[in-house]
Structures are given as structure tokens and as C-alpha cells.
């Protein structure tokens, strides 16, 4: 009995260890949509946070577990909450891990607007405050979707039509927003969405699969949201991409 079992717990032990090794996601899901100033609400923001939370739930988005994701929506989507959540979240990923943020909501120039938003300028949700919060955190891969008005304006340069074909440091960044720096970015009554929103989510799950290899990579995600969003738009909205991360990155999975 002993020669079997020993085996066994040997071959167990190893498993896990390995499955331990595995890189895993720390996210974190923001959804605007009840505003404390009523003129500002919208109508599917908070659709949006629930419905990529969904995603990274499901087999398709790595079946993340509920201590790496945490999702924040209207009365919880303050300033001062999103950036702690962002700091406990990420705090908890290994170097080999990935990190992710997800925003839905208005947008300004520079920033996201939280709903606590007020006419001072601290109170909103500067860009250069979410990059921040991610450059504290050595995970290799950091990625920030965002469905908001002007927010393109995180670029820093100027906006090109596809990420770099390679990566050119450790860490691997992706940023996709879901519109140039000058545009607003939709909802759209017929989804109950988003429209940005919308095609990430539908890429993610498959529709992006260009060559059929049951592999959604960062470079077919980009180009199928780009090109249904500019479609559905009449050319009004325009994503962009910013970030060293290879078009080759794999971001989901076909099941």
C-alpha cells in the first residue's frame, strides 16, 4: 500500500506547486453610472463593470478567483476607494503575475471621474494616478481597458493604429481606452452598453479570433474593438492603444 500512495502524494504535491507557479490576475472593475450630481449620470456604465466582471469570471477570462477581483459601482466608486482597492488588490500579485484595471464612467481631460466627482480639480481620478498605482506593483503584465469620454488623452505621444510588434522592457503594458483625446465614447440603447465596452467584451470571448487558433491576442483584440467601434460610430469614436506590451500577448481564450 505504501509504494502506491507515497507516489501518489509526491505527484499531488507537485501538481500544486505547479498550479501555485502559474501566473494569476489581480483586477480591479469600476463602473460610474449613478453620479452623486444627477445631471452627470448615465444609463450602462455600471452594465459595463458587472459584465467584464462576468467575463473574468467565466472559463473564458481565467475564471479569476474572488480574492484577485474586486468590482466597484456607483456609491463604492470614489476616488479615495478605487485608488486604495487598486493598492490592495495589486499589492497581493508576484512578479510574474498580471495586473489589470477596468473603467467605465464620464471622462475628462487627463482623468476618469469617479462618482464622488465635485467642480474641484482634485476630485477627480487622474490618469497619472492609475499609472502610478501600477507602476508600485512588479507584476509583468499591467493592463488598463477604460470606456470614457477623452480618454485617449492618457496617451503621451502620438496614438498609433496597433501596439508595438515586441515588448521592449520585462514588464508588459497594454492600455486601451475607447476614444481619442477629442472624442466622447458612446452608449448605445440597443446593447444596453458601452459600444467600446460592448466589443472588448465580445472579442475577448471569440469574435477577435482572426486566425482561429482559440487564442485572442493583444493585437487581434485591438483591431476587431477599433474597427466594429469605428462601424457602429460612423467614424465619432475612435479607440487607441498605448503601451510597450507585443500584439502577440494572449489576453483570453475560445472554449
Known amino acids: 500500500m505504501r509504494k502506491t500512495i507515497l507516489p501518489v502524494l509526491f505527484l499531488l504535491c507537485a501538481l500544486n506547486s505547479l498550479k501555485a507557479q502559474q501566473p494569476q490576475t489581480f483586477a480591479v472593475v469600476v463602473g460610474c453610472a449613478d453620479y452623486k450630481r444627477d445631471d452627470l449620470d448615465l444609463r450602462y456604465s455600471d452594465d459595463d463593470a458587472y459584465r467584464f466582471y462576468a467575463y473574468l469570471k467565466s472559463c473564458e477570462?481565467?475564471?479569476?478567483?474572488?480574492?484577485?477581483?474586486?468590482?466597484?459601482?456607483?456609491?463604492?466608486?470614489?476616488?479615495s476607494n478605487i485608488i486604495q482597492t487598486m493598492n490592495d488588490v495589486f499589492s497581493r500579485a508576484s512578479a510574474n503575475d498580471m495586473l489589470l484595471f477596468f473603467y467605465s464612467g464620464h471622462g475628462a481631460e487627463s482623468a476618469f471621474c469617479p462618482t464622488d466627482i465635485t467642480d474641484q480639480y482634485n476630485s477627480l481620478l487622474l490618469h497619472s494616478e492609475v499609472k502610478a498605482v501600477f507602476k508600485k506593483y512588479p507584476a509583468r503584465y499591467k493592463i488598463c481597458y477604460a470606456d470614457a469620454c477623452y480618454s485617449g488623452s492618457i496617451y503621451q505621444g502620438t496614438p498609433t493604429s496597433s501596439p508595438a510588434t515586441t515588448g521592449t522592457s520585462e514588464t508588459s503594458v497594454a492600455i486601451m481606452m475607447s476614444s481619442k483625446n477629442t472624442e466622447t465614447s458612446q452608449e448605445n440603447s440597443k446593447m444596453r452598453q458601452g459600444a467600446f465596452t460592448y466589443y472588448l467584451i465580445k472579442g475577448l470571448k471569440g469574435s477577435a479570433d482572426r486566425d482561429k487558433d482559440n487564442t485572442i491576442d493583444l493585437g487581434e483584440l485591438f483591431t476587431y474593438v477599433k474597427g466594429n467601434v469605428l462601424n457602429l460610430t460612423g467614424n465619432a469614436q475612435t479607440p487607441i492603444i498605448e503601451g510597450n506590451a507585443s500584439r502577440d500577448m494572449p489576453l483570453g481564450v475560445v472554449r
Open 61 to 79: 477570462g481565467g475564471a479569476v478567483p474572488d480574492e484577485n477581483i474586486t468590482v466597484l459601482v456607483d456609491e463604492a466608486a470614489t476616488k
